[in-house]
């Protein structure tokens, strides 16, 4: 990656305090997002990768969560700066996308003048100018005859419109960092590729970085140029996307790769994770992923293992050594394709 | 194939329209083609998948099967019976053979029961012989539930242990065939997989016949013996599921299968439909996917569509084992390789 540096986030750490305890949404989490980089962040429910975003975007609500880490936009941390500097920079700088096109648009005002109303939220021009930028951005993200369009309301439209027009919303401002929050989760496989088709155009035309959290490793995997795997509120691994898929590391990876049907071909019996996602509140010693890793032994239930860098920038937490996760790794794939050992 | 019995379902000619009505007076305005002339069998042990995108029928066409719905045309026969007209009383001892499991484990359950009463119910609602608490029990166990839960409440599971509790609820009663309306779409992909093999494990445990409705390609291919791909309310493509993910014949089902994100190793070429799948209000004269189909369009190089393809309706030929809607089905999947993008 050569393109200058957009975000920096540094031992980024959110905690909830609540009834029951404290939950450690995301704990000591650091990357950095470049110019023209796409950054693939991946996880199960509850990994903590939506709060990773509302941090970034400042969104938690302060008597609610503590906010520790550094998050540097350009330079400048985030987690340091006041309500009023941060309005500025939401929606402007650092632009959002949601999963559910559906409720992200208001159902009784019209698709043009919402933009033109995100337009207004940061430039102080008249309702026919923000309209006529409205239509601009409608126009570049693909909605044939724009101009009318503007005109319609959001049940005009359909799913692939709508997350088409949360794009162009979200570009209004030339942001420099666009963050996708599952963006095609809601819709069809079809439209999914125009989307993500639009997501990469968008990236190249804006020159902008763009972290797209999603839970689908083949939507990383065809999109992203870094990608990062998330587990109880950690990075497990982090690399080069083709590193990581080509060679992953991490047992949980290996997992999430595991569980995944195929397209390509049926496998003779599914790997699935066994056990589920550990609460939060009570996350167990050690490393977190230990109850449910088959490779486990003492060390894993006592010692947290470190995200440490390998050759190539890529980086993985597990107490392994290399040559065993080499042979581990090879001897489940064997098993997976049912190969003979 | 012929390791599979006799059919257990068959519907044919299945068609199910709903009236679209508009202003004050509920005038009338048209009609939504959900299910158009839907002819299938399934056979005993079988699983088949049902696969297309949101609208196109998929779970109408199940929820037909079950005759949770009436058909506006069309029979279903089960286990050798035409059930398609028997009365809500007729249909109670048949209704113990079919089960269906939902998409979302969160509100097909009732939150106001405990797990105990929710997988007991099909025993008090057909008033069965035997210890309900302790048939209860077993079934939790098999189902990958620990039988000490049986007080708790659904809010105090999992989504992956909730679905299990809708499983083991369908599979109370014994039936013969469950119908799976996208039962894995809501879970984690971790979890997706244990689901995903219990349902297996129990298929051939219990002699069940699936019909199994995904949005997910990759859900259906490793679950399913046959597929059935649907546009528009039609299936357009019958197979078994080798067949149909290595010789796709329908441009549909070849575009749909190329559109699905891999992890495999490099960038491939990609055919991205345009557009949006049409209303079922009004849908294409001809095939109804020839507005949208990239073989179409090479045929006459970009000028249009061929007219067979534009005015006249293509239909699956039955008994062929790959059976097809199209007028120029697909020799192989590479035809389609001058429209794919990289």
């Keep these: 990656m050569s393109g200058d540096l957009l975000l920096d986030v540094r031992d980024l750490t959110v905690q909830f305090p609540t009834q029951d305890g404290i939950v450690n949404a995301v704990s000591g989490l650091s990357f950095t997002l470049r110019r023209g980089e796409t950054l693939g962040i991946v996880g199960e429910s509850g990994s903590g990768k939506s709060v990773t975003n509302l941090a970034i975007l400042g969104l938690l609500n302060s008597k609610h969560s503590q906010v520790g880490g550094e998050i540097l936009l350009h330079g400048r941390d985030l987690l340091k700066a006041s309500q009023s500097e941060l309005r500025d920079v939401r929606g402007k700088d650092v632009a959002m996308i949601f999963q559910d096109p559906f409720a992200c648009l208001h159902p009784m005002y019209r698709v043009g003048s919402q933009i033109a109303e995100a337009v207004r939220a940061h430039l102080d021009v008249s309702k026919s100018v923000a309209f006529e930028r409205a239509v601009e951005v409608l126009d570049a993200v693909g909605i044939p005859n724009a101009r009318a369009r503007a005109k319609d309301y959001p049940h005009q439209f359909s799913g692939g419109m709508r997350q088409r027009a949360m794009i162009a919303m979200a570009l209004v401002h030339n942001p420099s960092v666009l963050i996708a929050d599952e963006p095609t989760t809601a819709l069809d496989v079809t439209v999914q590729a125009q989307i993500l088709d639009l997501i990469d155009k968008v990236k190249r035309d804006f020159d902008i970085g763009v972290i797209l959290v999603t839970h689908d490793l083949g939507v990383v995997a065809e999109t992203a140029q870094t990608v990062m795997v998330m587990y109880a509120g950690r990075a497990v691994e982090h690399g080069p996307a083709r590193e990581v898929f080509d060679s992953p590391q991490h047992p949980y990876t290996w997992g999430l790769l595991e569980s995944m049907p195929s397209v390509e071909s049926k496998v003779a019996h599914l790997h699935a994770i066994e056990g589920s996602p550990p609460s939060v509140i009570h996350l167990p010693t050690g490393c977190a992923f230990h109850p449910r890793c088959p490779h486990r032994f003492d060390r894993c239930m006592t010692a947290r293992p470190p995200l440490e860098q390998m050759e190539g920038g890529h980086a993985d937490a597990c107490h392994l050594d290399t040559d065993a996760k080499r042979r581990l790794w090879a001897e489940r794939q064997r098993i997976r394709l049912g190969v003979g050992a | ?342």
């Design chain 2, 1 to 342: 194939m012929s390791t599979f019995g006799a059919p257990l379902i068959e519907v044919e000619g299945l068609t199910k329209r709903f009236p679209v009505s508009t202003g004050v007076f509920s005038r009338r305005a048209g009609e939504v083609h959900a299910v158009e002339d839907v002819t299938l069998s399934v056979r005993r042990g079988e699983t088949l998948g049902i696969v297309g995108e949101s609208g196109c029928g998929k779970s109408t066409t199940a929820r037909l099967m079950l005759k949770l719905i009436e058909p506006t045309a069309g029979t279903i026969r089960f286990d050798g019976r035409d059930i398609t007209n028997l009365s809500a009383r007729q249909m109670r001892p048949v209704r113990r053979e079919m089960q269906m499991v939902f998409q979302d484990p969160y509100s097909s359950l009732n939150p106001r029961q405990t797990v105990g009463q929710i997988i007991g119910q099909p025993f008090s609602i057909h008033k069965t012989e035997g210890d309900a608490k302790k048939l209860v029990r077993e079934l939790m166990d098999r189902c990958g539930m620990n039988p000490e839960h049986y007080n708790r409440y659904p809010h105090e599971f999992s989504g992956g242990q909730r679905q299990r509790i809708g499983v083991a609820r369908a599979l109370a009663l014994r039936p013969k065939l469950i119908i799976c309306d996208e039962p894995v779409s809501a879970l984690d992909v971790s979890i997706q997989a244990q689901i995903l093999n219990l349902l297996e494990s129990l298929q051939s445990e219990f002699d069940l016949t699936y019909v199994f409705i995904s949005h997910d390609l990759s859900v259906i291919r490793q679950i399913s013996d046959r597929i059935a791909v649907m546009y528009l309310g039609r299936v357009v493509e019958l197979t078994d599921s080798e067949s149909l993910y290595e010789t796709p014949r329908h441009p549909y089902t070849a575009s749909l299968l190329s559109a699905v994100p891999r992890t495999s190793v490099g960038r491939r070429a990609r055919i991205v439909l345009s557009g949006d799948v049409p209303s079922p209000v009004s849908p294409p004269s001809g095939c109804a996917f020839h507005p949208r189909c990239p073989k179409a369009r090479l045929l006459t190089n970009g000028q249009g569509v061929p007219d067979d393809c534009r005015d006249d309706l293509p239909r699956l030929e039955a008994g062929t084992g790959h059976e097809v809607a199209c007028w120029h089905p697909l020799a192989s999947a590479d035809e389609l390789r001058p429209v794919a993008k990289a």
